[in-house]
């Protein structure tokens, strides 16, 4: 009854025609009466303009639905909302994945092509009032209109033609424009859809020529006056109904309760944003203080080094030249200095103040980490060499010096330096040997010496090599050594380049 009725466009009568439907929907369990119940309440507000009511009731058919054919059809039918809308994005995000396939009707294998034609006529429309799609409207236009075809259903057809006429309008085609609008005010006319037939000739009066356009013009102004009055009939009986029923008054407090669940959604996410700029202000203050602290830890670290160098520096010329600064002095008192060997004594004490000094200056001098790496290193360890001492060198010309990292060089022009000084100053050895090797992408050094002094591992690591060893670990390197009285002593160490 209602489908009869909104086809003839008594869409008040259509509507009061549901409403005494819808109290015995909850006393079937078969849901396709509620989804066809609230499809065709969103086809009348779909008719009578009311979109978003109608989007409320294609969602409560979307809910009851339980075929993929039937989902697949209200999914259409929001889309066509959408269309109404101007939301043809919105209505092509939805139609395009189930146009991609054949959803077939197994209860009503006839209704597969009628819903796939609907869907392709309303993508095609959509892709039209998008532009740029003009190939993929028309494939769309011409598969709907062959499937309408074989329903042989004038009042489907009356859609598939006056899209034509809106490709062809769009596209500056009179002639088609013209023939498609005909080909859709005659389906409509032979359909008794009366408010297609006024809308189907608005299209050709606009599409004809100006002589046909006034026959056109007289019929299209009984047939307004006809609906006009048609309506404001229904309008009147349709006042004189009043109908209070439970399920109405529950809808109605769905709305609501719909509309403040929505209010509560809003504030949820205001509370969330309000958190989120309270976590990122704190995230924000927490890694400026860790920058301030960071950076004043390494000024405070950075001012003890230097503290400790220069204590180390004052140390080490207070215990190496203070008391020869002392000697020379007194016996630049005690003796006569016109004496040849006298002078000679005294030169030879200010040679040795000179060297100690320029060895103390070098130890804290900068160290080039260029091409000049290797001869200021073999040059270091050089002045350990005496006319007692002699020092062997061997792999240091097949180490790629360049391939090492700058602070790695440096670490070990120390460690090198460290260990001479320890050698020459609590050993008595003669012969020193330093050997490179290089393996799995590590440096290994091993230096030994042939002196016969005894001295327990335990007072090597914690007074002489103590440095050494903090040096090495820095660098994430590691150390071993071995004490022999017959072979000498022999220290390794490796660290990775």
């Not at 999914?75 to 054949?102: D, G, R, T, W």
């Not at 960071?294 to 503290?307: F, L, M, Q, W």
């Not at 002196?451 to 071993?480: A, M, P, Y």
Request: glycine share 2%; aromatic share 12%; charged share 30%.
């Amino acid at each position: 009854m209602v489908e009869i009725l909104q086809q003839n466009g008594n869409y008040n009568e259509a509507e009061t025609t549901l409403i005494k439907a819808f109290p015995y929907l909850e006393k079937t369990t078969n849901v396709k009466y509620a989804v066809n119940a609230y499809t065709f309440m969103a086809y009348n507000y779909l008719y009578m303009y009311d979109y978003e009511k109608a989007l409320y009731y294609h969602r409560k058919a979307l809910k009851k639905a339980i075929s993929t054919f039937r989902k697949a059809r209200i999914l259409s039918e929001i889309a066509f909302a959408y269309m109404h809308q101007k939301k043809y994005q919105e209505a092509v995000n939805l139609l395009e994945p189930i146009s991609k396939c054949k959803i077939a009707d197994k209860i009503t294998p006839s209704n597969t092509n009628a819903q796939r034609a609907a869907i392709l006529y309303n993508l095609g429309l959509s892709y039209l009032r998008l532009g740029d799609h003009k190939d993929e409207a028309l494939k769309c236009f011409n598969e709907s209109l062959e499937l309408t075809l074989k329903l042989n259903d004038d009042y489907e057809l009356i859609g598939n033609y006056y899209a034509f006429y809106l490709f062809y309008s769009k596209y500056h085609n009179p002639v088609l424009k013209k023939i498609n609008a005909e080909k859709a005010y005659y389906c409509a006319k032979s359909a008794k859809s009366v408010t297609n037939e006024i809308n189907m000739l608005a299209s050709l009066i606009e599409a004809d020529n100006a002589e046909n356009s006034k026959k056109h013009w007289k019929v299209y102004s009984k047939k307004i006056d006809s609906l006009i009055v048609s309506r404001k009939k229904a309008k009147n009986q349709f006042a004189n109904i009043i109908y209070d029923s439970k399920k109405d008054k529950e809808e109605n407090l769905e709305l609501k309760t719909q509309k403040l669940e929505n209010e509560l959604e809003l504030q949820r996410q205001k509370n969330r944003s309000f958190i989120s700029y309270i976590i990122i202000s704190f995230s924000i203050f927490i890694l400026l203080f860790l920058i301030f602290y960071i950076t004043s830890k390494g000024k405070r670290e950075k001012k003890d080094i230097i503290y400790k160098s220069e204590m180390r520096i004052s140390n080490k010329l207070h215990d190496e030249l203070a008391i020869n600064v002392h000697q020379t002095l007194l016996f630049a008192e005690d003796n006569d200095l016109e004496n040849e060997e006298n002078k000679e004594k005294l030169l030879y004490h200010l040679n040795n103040i000179y060297s100690k000094t320029r060895n103390i200056s070098k130890e804290n001098s900068q160290i080039p980490t260029d091409d000049r790496y290797v001869a200021v290193l073999k040059e270091m360890i050089s002045e350990y060499r005496s006319k007692d001492v002699n020092i062997i060198l061997n792999g240091f010309d097949v180490v790629s010096w360049n391939t090492i990292e700058k602070n790695r060089k440096i670490i070990l022009y120390r460690i090198l330096q460290e260990l001479l000084f320890n050698m020459k100053k609590h050993s008595d050895a003669t012969l020193i040997s330093i050997i490179l090797k290089i393996n799995n992408k590590s440096l290994t050094v091993v230096c030994t010496d042939n002196s016969t002094e005894i001295t327990t591992k335990d007072t090597i690591l914690e007074k002489r090599l103590q440095n050494v060893e903090n040096r090495i670990k820095t660098i994430k390197g590691t150390i071993n050594f071995d004490k022999n009285t017959e072979r000498g002593f022999k220290i390794s160490f490796t660290f990775p380049i």
